[in-house]
């Protein structure tokens, strides 16, 4: 980008920041206008009942408010940002009146948001509320002890800054220390717990104890320190705005948004780039196993073909081209993947009839069906019309449904091969008997890398490339893709396109 200055830009600009310092003025004075007016005077009083309700309002929305923090190994944690809410509180009430809402914000916020899918056990809420409310007495006690809201509102400045830093300072440290210590130490209760239960071995002496509790407390604090700082910052800002300029509260709470913006940025990079790198572990395996009975087989053939029996020969140099073929096609997915991304790909569609599609894709899949004693049944209405397609590609988008069925299906199942005409397009669709996909994992099984977690248990390599080349070289086509499947039932791939 370039940029010219001229005499007309420096005006223009000037200007532009003349008006805008005059809109910030303006609005500044009727910030000041209205703290003068009745109501938001009684709402600043600490004992007023407007106060107390807002009060309660955001101790519940805090406690209620999480950020998910990436973690360790693509895991995600997540932290609750209470903390802001009992600072924000402690800051403007006095201690008693801080306790009371700490108690009823914290009840509404454990009671009304339950974690998704499951209930919090009772004793969760009770362990929750309690620290709540503890770590609020504890900052509460000594904000007051150091009579922090009067030096907050207003300080006398030099003398009395170290007592303004201990009275804030040493709210936020108590805050943390407690509720932190409480939930250290329970968890490590809690682990102690399953550990005898299960029938471990726990150590009880009291420095074992003590090691635990600080590894855990390490791990917990290297997650939690950035979100719950910034929560403690937030809340003392909050509850100072409240006191001198109430309707300049919720700027307070703008850092909260930029930080969560922040984190979700931050944690869909952390996602890609794992993602990334099970791609490369997961694709050197996908070359590597047809590379190396290629491998064998050809070595075998170089070193011994004069001592071999005809039958042997013929497997041998079988397995061979089958491995060679399962190459190409993974390298053609490759290429397919990557000419897809940068946009280079184009489609030439010609009108084909469906039958030629299906040949030509089952001469290449054939040996994947065949390697695992899969039958193959085809399913084709006489009246089928032509279809509009890029023949290279559609075969391959074919192959790619094919070779998934024979690899996630068990040895000796049957792959159906259906098409029917919907209107004005043909429906091809690729029947298997094999495990299945969860409601959960069909959401995302058509993305780039993605692969279903289990296949790691079940080692069946590959890419996680082939259903999203599938999708957009469908999507090119104009046609549209889907998946019906339950787990341990089969899955039924299908993709449609125009007729000729
Ligand atoms: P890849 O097979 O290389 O992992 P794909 O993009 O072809 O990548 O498939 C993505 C995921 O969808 C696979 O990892 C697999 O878990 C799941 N999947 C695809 N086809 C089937 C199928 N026919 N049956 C069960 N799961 C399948």
């Known amino acids: 980008v370039t940029t010219r200055i001229s005499l007309p830009?420096?005006?223009?600009?000037?200007?532009?920041?003349?008006?805008?310092?005059?809109?910030?003025?303006?609005?500044?004075?009727?910030?000041?206008?209205?703290?003068?007016?009745?109501?938001?005077?009684?709402?600043?009083?600490p004992w007023s009942p407007v106060?107390?309700?807002?009060?309660?309002?955001?101790?519940?929305?805090?406690?209620?408010?999480?950020?998910?923090?990436?973690?360790?190994?693509?895991?995600?944690?997540?932290?609750?940002?209470?903390t802001m809410g009992s600072l924000a509180c402690v800051v403007v009430f006095p201690p008693y009146i801080a306790i009371l809402i700490a108690v009823v914000a914290s009840t509404i916020a454990q009671v009304a948001f339950q974690p998704t899918g499951h209930r919090r056990a009772w004793q969760f809420t009770v362990f929750n509320v309690g620290s709540y409310v503890l770590a609020t007495a504890a900052s509460a006690t000594l904000f007051a002890f150091y009579d922090g809201m009067h030096l907050l509102v207003a300080p006398k400045l030099p003398q009395q800054a170290a007592q303004t830093l201990l009275a804030v300072g040493g709210a936020v440290a108590v805050n943390y220390i407690v509720s932190y210590g409480l939930t250290v130490v329970s968890l490590w209760l809690i682990r102690r717990t399953v550990a005898s239960r299960d029938g471990k071995t726990v150590s009880s002496s009291r420095v074992s104890a003590v090691t635990a509790i600080r590894d855990i407390f390490i791990t917990s604090h290297r997650d939690a320190i950035l979100p719950e700082s910034t929560a403690a910052i937030v809340g003392?800002?909050?509850?100072?705005?409240?006191?001198?300029?109430?309707?300049?509260?919720?700027?307070?709470l703008l850092p909260l948004a930029v930080i969560y913006i922040a984190f979700q940025n931050f944690i869909r990079l952390q996602e890609l780039d794992r993602l990334k790198s099970n791609f490369i572990t997961e694709v050197s395996h996908e070359l590597r196993t047809p590379l190396s009975s290629m491998v064998a087989s050809s070595e075998l053939l170089y070193h011994h073909i004069g001592d071999l029996q005809g039958d042997s020969i013929r497997d041998l140099s079988r397995t061979s081209y089958e491995?060679?073929?399962?190459?190409?096609?993974?390298?053609?997915?490759l290429l397919n993947a990557s000419t897809l991304q940068?946009?280079?790909?184009?489609?030439?569609?010609?009108?084909?009839?469906?039958?030629?599609?299906?040949?030509?894709?089952?001469?290449?899949?054939?040996?994947?069906?065949?390697?695992?004693?899969?039958?193959?049944?085809?399913?084709?209405?006489?009246?089928?019309?032509?279809v509009l397609a890029d023949p290279r590609h559609i075969v391959q988008v074919l192959i790619n449904l094919l070779t998934n069925a024979a690899k996630y299906?068990?040895?000796?199942?049957?792959?159906?091969?259906?098409?029917?005409?919907?209107?004005?397009?043909?429906?091809?669709?690729?029947?298997d008997q094999g495990m299945g996909i969860s409601d959960e994992d069909q959401a995302h099984i058509f993305e780039r890398f993605y692969r279903v977690p289990s296949n790691t248990m079940t080692s069946v390599v590959g890419s996680g490339l082939g259903l999203s080349i599938v999708k957009s070289l469908v999507d090119m086509h104009h046609g549209q893709v889907g998946v019906v499947s339950h787990v341990g039932d089969g899955s039924t791939f299908w993709f449609t396109l125009p007729s000729a």
């Not at 209620?64 to 990436?70: G, K, L, R, S």
């Not at 003392?236 to 307070?252: C, D, E, K, M, R």
């Open 342 to 386: 940068s946009g280079t790909l184009t489609i030439r569609p010609v009108a084909l009839s469906v039958d030629e599609i299906i040949s030509d894709a089952v001469t290449q899949a054939q040996p994947f069906l065949e390697s695992k004693n899969q039958s193959l049944e085809l399913d084709l209405p006489f009246d089928l019309p032509e």
């Open 409 to 431: 299906s068990a040895t000796g199942t049957q792959v159906r091969i259906a098409c029917q005409t919907e209107g004005d397009m043909v429906r091809i669709g690729v029947v």
């Open 236 to 252: 003392i800002l909050f509850g100072y705005l409240w006191l001198v300029n109430p309707p300049l509260a919720p700027i307070a």
């Open 9 to 45: 830009r420096i005006f223009l600009v000037g200007i532009g920041l003349l008006g805008l310092a005059r809109v910030g003025l303006a609005a500044s004075q009727l910030a000041q206008h209205w703290s003068q007016v009745t109501l938001f005077t009684a709402v600043s009083s």
């Open 51 to 82: 106060t107390i309700a807002l009060f309660v309002t955001v101790g519940v929305a805090a406690s209620a408010f999480v950020i998910i923090v990436p973690g360790h190994e693509g895991q995600t944690s997540s932290h609750d940002l209470g």
């Open 323 to 333: 491995s060679s073929n399962h190459l190409f096609r993974v390298v053609e997915n």
